[in-house]
């Protein structure tokens, strides 16, 4: 009888301290949360305030004490943009970059499916020289490739400032080690049927890469979308500039109307956050992927 009350008694002890665990990780979680959400706020009030003013006419953002919300709201800033600043030719050079780095995906897969499935000489050794070219920074390259394209004629042309970009080596080690996981008798059961090796790479290996086939893609948009250094070297006209390159040289120019500069930085940042609220577990698990064997 007294190991039946005992044994009871060593139970309602450890309910209680399961329920009192429980809410102790409950609190704590409540607090992270809250402390987080206020973290999240207070780094978000200078991009409200930036959207905002995009919206207010130039006297009202000078005016001493600022205000947040807009008492007179305006497009007015956004169709100086379009209409005065030439950012129509900005946009569309941004969103052919943008396509043609798309394009570049394809070109990505195809070195990664090579390296994950493919047994050649040197593969591994070829492997670790593109690995090698991560941590070369950019800046260093850009002298070489400039000349290179200045020798075929490329410079102040828009192939010009899409084919450096069209193959990267974080792209091809993204896609090898997520290739390197699919099952080698999926891809012998389709060559047994007939298939070739492109339609196996098109009609399995890309089906099944849908996941970081996204992942690439959302980086690969905020790269493009991003694109100053290289178009602003490349380029001499600018019919080519980009939307960050159009950006910079209207702080130049318009440095003292803070309302279009609002407006400028507005629209070229506000895709970017979108993208990245919409897509942020797929950019996360982007860099998980990395650390795949």
Not at 131 to 156: C, D, E, R, S
Not at 237 to 260: H, I, P, R, W
Request: with cysteine; aromatic share 12%; proline share 4%.
């Amino acid at each position: 009888m007294e190991n039946l009350e005992m044994t009871a008694i060593k139970a309602k002890t450890k309910t209680n301290a399961s329920v009192k665990a429980r809410r102790t990780a409950s609190g704590q979680q409540w607090v992270t949360g809250i402390i987080l959400a206020l973290g999240g706020f207070l780094v978000s009030i200078p991009f409200i305030w930036m959207i905002l003013s995009a919206f207010k006419p130039e006297m009202e953002v000078m005016q001493i004490p600022p205000t947040f919300l807009p008492h007179e709201f305006t497009l007015e800033n956004f169709t100086n943009l379009f209409e005065n600043m030439n950012f129509t030719v900005y946009l569309r050079n941004t969103i052919i970059v943008v396509l043609c780095s798309f394009a570049g995906l394809f070109l990505n897969a195809m070195a990664g499916y090579a390296f994950a499935k493919y047994q050649f000489k040197g593969r591994e050794k070829l492997f670790y020289l593109v690995l090698a070219t991560m941590m070369i920074p950019g800046q260093v390259t850009m002298i070489p490739v400039y000349l290179i394209l200045n020798q075929l004629h490329l410079t102040n042309t828009m192939a010009g400032i899409v084919l450096p970009g069209l193959v990267g080596a974080f792209s091809i080690f993204l896609f090898r080690q997520f290739m390197s996981t699919i099952p080698d008798e999926l891809l012998e059961a389709a060559r047994l049927d007939g298939a070739s090796e492109f339609r196996v790479f098109i009609q399995i290996i890309l089906p099944i890469s849908k996941p970081i086939l996204a992942v690439q893609g959302i980086l690969t948009f905020i790269a493009g979308w991003n694109s100053f250094l290289w178009p602003l070297i490349i380029a001499n006209d600018e019919k080519l500039y980009t939307l960050s390159v159009g950006l910079s040289l209207l702080k130049g120019q318009y440095g003292g109307n803070f309302a279009l500069q609002m407006a400028g930085s507005t629209f070229m940042v506000v895709p970017i956050v979108i993208i990245f609220m919409l897509f942020q577990k797929h950019i996360i698990e982007g860099y998980t992927i990395s650390g795949m064997k």
